[in-house]
Antibody
């Protein structure tokens, strides 16, 4: 059974930083594209970033480029999102989602999310 | 960026009725359109991919159709557990991967 467990969310001041983690199990982690998707309170889904299996290909939505860094540790079956220069509009529930081994970005499995609140 | 527009924003129906949800893309996404279901307090779940293929374990009452810019998700006979928010997502032109704003399917 695929399991994705996010952690690292919390309350942070504008301009601050936070590092999210996603612990994966139940599949061959190194073979899959992994994604971060966020959902602001009461709003829809927004794809944030993804990374391919060996970490050599990383893509971002424009609103986080230059501020967020996505990475993975295949030895630990873990995905990360380093979030810098945080803004109020980054407040959201952040989901880790498994893609596919290819660049077909279909989000087959999701974690339960970790809440990030950016506020003074 | 491909913009996906879903309609209606809210759909009020009764169990047993047929639901038809629409997703329109600002430019062609060929067949690369997926549908997700999200229930309150839960993560989204993949229902349909490539316009018309059901994901693993999805009941046959869910079906998808369309190509190019116009797509439809149909639920043939609503069950109580189908009342949720539905999102479409395109993967033809990315980044960014984009989602529609969602359709809330509520009990009438």
């Amino acid at each position: 059974e695929v399991q994705l467990v996010e952690s690292g969310g919390g309350l942070v001041q504008p301009g601050g930083s936070l590092r999210l983690s996603c612990a994966a199990s139940g599949f061959t982690f190194r073979s899959y594209w992994m994604n971060w998707v966020r959902q602001a309170p009461g709003k829809g889904l927004e794809w944030v970033a993804n990374i391919n299996g060996d970490g050599s290909d990383k893509r971002f939505v424009d609103s986080v480029k230059g501020r967020f860094i996505i990475s993975r540790d295949n030895a630990k079956s873990s995905l990360y999102l380093q979030m810098n220069s945080l803004r109020a509009e980054d407040t959201a529930l952040y989901y880790c989602a498994r893609g596919r081994p290819t660049m077909d970005i279909l989000l087959d499995d999701w974690g339960q999310g970790t809440l990030v609140t950016v506020s003074s | 960026e491909v913009v996906l527009t879903q309609s209606p924003a809210t759909l009020s129906l009764s169990p047993g009725e047929r639901a038809t949800l629409s997703c329109r893309a600002s430019e062609s996404v060929v067949k690369y359109l997926a549908w997700y279901q999200q229930k309150p307090g839960q993560a989204p779940r993949l229902l349909i991919y490539d316009a018309s293929n059901r994901a693993t374990g999805i009941p046959a009452r869910f079906s998808g159709s369309g190509s190019g810019t116009d797509f439809t998700l149909t639920i043939s006979s609503l069950e109580p557990e189908d009342f949720a928010v539905y999102y479409c997502q395109q993967r033809y032109q990315w980044p960014p991967i984009t989602f529609g704003q969602g359709t809330r399917l509520e009990i009438k």
